[in-house]
T-cell receptor, first 112, second 112 residues
Framework: GAGVSQSPSNKVTEKGKDVELRCDPI?????LYWYRQSLGQGLEFLIY????????KSGLPSDRFSAERTGGSVSTLTIQRTQQEDSAVYLC??????????FGQGTRLTVV | DQQVKQNSPSLSVQEGRISILNCDYT??????FLWYKKYPAEGPTFLIS?????DKNEDGRFTVFLNKSAKHLSLHIVPSQPGDSAVYFC???????????FGTGTSLTVIP
């Protein structure tokens, strides 16, 4: 499809396990963002990529969180040793210019 | 430090009345502003935008107002409809730096 694709759409994991969330941005979009929305909470910025580099990763909540982007395209957000407070919807967005960002459907992560 | 703020987490409005959602920003370098709408289990979708060279932009029932001196923007929805019930996010960018900054969102409920 032509939109931002995120996988998996739902993920249930046990506390302490590692998880990887994937984002396929719109082809040609140079900027990519990761956000999360916890239940009843607002949108929380995690990291911003421009190409393969991350000029702003100020939102990553702890060193258990990391993200990479390869080939200026696909991005993976990795959460190590998951905790229950990591449960949230993780949203990815991409943009070509700062006039509109396009979001994926999100990955709902549940840590049990 | 949150550069874009939505201080009202929620708002309830009667059907047919006006909904006013507010957003404040701190960075005077922002020159483009957007509103997004999010339904449950979906990613945010673009609603309306405004350039800093304007103070108003209208699209059907939706109007965005920008007050640069106050670093404030607002979204007016007239008349409000039950289908407008969603979470609304404002966002700001600097077209040179090419990075978006999102507010935390306001949940709008339109009561039939």
């Amino acid at each position: 499809g032509a939109g931002v694709s995120q996988s998996p759409s739902n993920k249930v994991t046990e506390k302490g396990k590692d998880v990887e969330l994937r984002c396929d941005p719109i082809s040609g979009h140079t900027a990519l963002y990761w956000y999360r929305q916890s239940l009843g909470q607002g949108l929380e910025f995690l990291i911003y990529f421009q190409g393969n580099s991350a000029p702003d990763k100020s939102g990553l909540p702890s060193d258990r969180f990391s993200a990479e982007r390869t080939g200026g395209s696909v991005s993976t957000l990795t959460i190590q040793r998951t905790q229950q407070e990591d449960s949230a919807v993780y949203l990815c967005a991409s943009s070509l210019r700062a006039t509109e960002a396009f979001f994926g459907q999100g990955t709902r992560l549940t840590v049990v | 430090d949150q550069q874009v703020k939505q201080n009202s987490p929620s708002l309830s409005v009667q059907e047919g009345r006006i909904s006013i959602l507010n957003c404040d920003y701190t960075n005077s370098m922002f020159d483009y502003f957007l509103w997004y709408k999010k339904y449950p289990a979906e990613g945010p979708t673009f609603l309306i935008s405004i350039s800093s060279i304007k103070d108003k932009n209208e699209d059907g029932r939706f109007t965005v107002f920008l007050n640069k001196s106050a670093k404030h923007l607002s979204l007016h929805i007239v008349p409000s409809q039950p289908g407008d019930s969603a979470v609304y996010f404002c966002a700001a960018s600097n077209l040179y730096r090419d990075q978006f900054y999102f507010g935390t969102g306001t949940s709008l409920t339109v009561i039939p």
